[in-house]
């Protein structure tokens, strides 16, 4: 199945400036949303993202917007419902709170009453599934399982970045291995684990086969960037285009990923190509 791409990059080139809530333009400018959902859609995606990543209670405090979590999470999945129809699945994005439960930050208690608030509003817009993602710590995402998994009937898809490290091994910054997060992942009650941001397809397929290693026959994600970017001129620049991003695409699959899309520097153009080509390559047996 083919996911959607980066939606960072499409509020910004439509004019969200550097310290904007991105999550507040689900209210104030909708018509964006729908936008770049559709054109996600059109260039042959499955499934789409909702615009709430950061729209948990923790996150939007730093905007002066956290009496908002459940209308803002709510039009969230309700624009991407309007715009999926039946046809297309709604995944709403969940992303860490940026707080650590080691250091003290956070209960566990409050963890999980700021993840099930964000849950329940995004099931009543509509969605079809979570997408907890660009996690780091098993305690965190655990916890987050486990209120969507309480308080909801969506489906929990979980998804961590990893980084390549000196010994040539990969870890979070927390240190969790790809191995260790299916295990913890599962255990708690993912239905779909997985990995995005921080690296091209290429490095992603290294990653899917320790995954998959892990847990072989649980549905793998991947929400690759576009390459590892570069700074040109204070901005963030993505090496890989289209054509190349779905060529490579093709390794995630073989090292065992059911679900393709993207990450930073991803655009509807990108999607096609990855459609195109997994597409036209014949399931085996």
């Known amino acids: 199945m083919i996911s959607d791409g980066a939606w960072g990059t499409q509020l910004q080139q439509r004019g969200l400036k550097p310290g904007e809530c991105p999550e507040l333009w689900c209210l104030e400018r909708p018509d964006v949303i729908r936008q770049i959902a559709q054109s996600?859609?059109?260039?042959?995606?499955?499934?789409?993202?909702?615009?709430?990543?950061?729209?948990?209670?923790f996150k939007l405090k730093h905007y002066g917007l956290h009496d908002q979590v459940a209308e803002i999470n709510e039009a969230a999945a309700s624009i991407a419902r309007a715009v999926a129809g039946p046809e297309h699945y709604v995944i709403a994005s969940m992303g860490p709170t940026g707080q650590i439960l080691l250091m003290g930050d956070v209960t566990e208690e409050e963890l999980y009453a700021?993840?099930?608030e964000q849950a329940v509003a995004l099931e009543r817009g509509g969605a079809d599934a979570c997408c907890l993602e660009t996690f780091a710590?098993?305690?965190?995402?655990?916890?987050?399982?486990?209120?969507?998994?309480?308080?909801?009937?969506l489906e929990i898809i979980c998804t961590f970045t990893f980084e390549k490290t000196m010994r040539g091994e990969y870890r979070t910054m927390m240190g969790?291995?790809?191995?260790?997060?299916?295990?913890?992942?599962?255990a708690a009650g993912a239905d779909i684990i997985g990995t995005?941001?921080?690296?091209?397809?290429?490095?992603?397929?290294?990653?899917?086969?320790?995954?998959?290693?892990?847990?072989?026959?649980t549905p793998i994600l991947v929400h690759a960037n576009a390459?590892?970017?570069?700074?040109?001129?204070?901005?963030d620049v993505f090496p890989e285009g289209p054509e190349e991003m779905a060529r490579n695409a093709l390794k995630v699959v073989d090292a065992g990923a059911n679900i393709v899309g993207g990450?930073?520097?991803?655009?509807?153009?990108?999607?096609k190509?990855?459609?195109?080509?997994?597409?036209?390559?014949?399931?085996q047996g």
Do not use: W
């Open 40 to 57: 996600y859609l059109d260039a042959g995606a499955d499934m789409i993202q909702t615009n709430s990543f950061g729209a948990n209670r």
């Open 114 to 116: 700021v993840f099930k």
């Open 137 to 153: 710590a098993t305690d965190e995402a655990t916890l987050a399982i486990r209120a969507v998994r309480e308080n909801t009937a």
């Open 176 to 186: 969790v291995s790809p191995s260790e997060m299916a295990t913890a992942l599962l």
């Open 196 to 217: 995005n941001c921080g690296n091209g397809m290429l490095a992603m397929a290294e990653i899917v086969k320790e995954i998959r290693e892990a847990a072989p026959s």
């Open 227 to 235: 390459g590892k970017p570069t700074s040109v001129g204070g901005r």
């Open 263 to 271: 990450c930073c520097g991803t655009t509807p153009a990108h999607i």
């Open 273 to 283: 190509a990855i459609a195109l080509v997994l597409r036209s390559v014949k399931p």
